[in-house]
């Protein structure tokens, strides 16, 4: 017996029992994603120190709904550089990682530039050395 088992394929099996199977296919990817979304944050929050509650919370909620937000296209974009992975078996890990990524963006913007930076000055020397 092959059953699907995966985090998403199960979320959508339960909520078709609460809103029925056509918004269940909808639905149950979400659920896999606020969670992985929310579960990031929390580490985010419970890392940081001082923060009163109503910062943490703030916190707390604009990293969850950036993770939601951009959890689907990442997933797609990374499953079509990546052909053996389906992009519904990204959504826990990248929404979970985009969740955490949390007020660190500004430092993950510069080393992504730093190694562009350093990829552009690489095809620059091979590009002279002709």
Not at 102 to 124: H, N, R, Y
Request: some cysteine; overall charge neutral.
């Amino acid at each position: 017996m092959n059953q699907d088992l995966t985090p998403v394929h199960v979320f959508t099996v339960i909520a078709s029992s609460v809103f029925g199977v056509q918004m269940a296919v909808i639905i149950g990817p979400y659920i896999v994603i606020g969670i992985g979304a929310m579960g990031g944050a929390a580490v985010m929050i419970l890392q940081r120190s001082g923060d009163g509650n109503v910062r943490a919370f703030v916190y707390f909620l604009a990293s969850t709904a950036l993770a939601v937000l951009l959890t689907v296209p990442l997933s797609m974009m990374a499953a079509l550089a990546y052909e053996p992975i389906n992009a519904t078996w990204l959504f826990a890990p990248v929404s979970f990682g985009l969740g955490f990524l949390g007020d660190k963006w500004p430092a993950v913007l510069a080393w992504c530039g730093a190694k562009i930076s350093a990829f552009v000055d690489v095809l620059i020397a091979a590009r002279g050395a002709k």
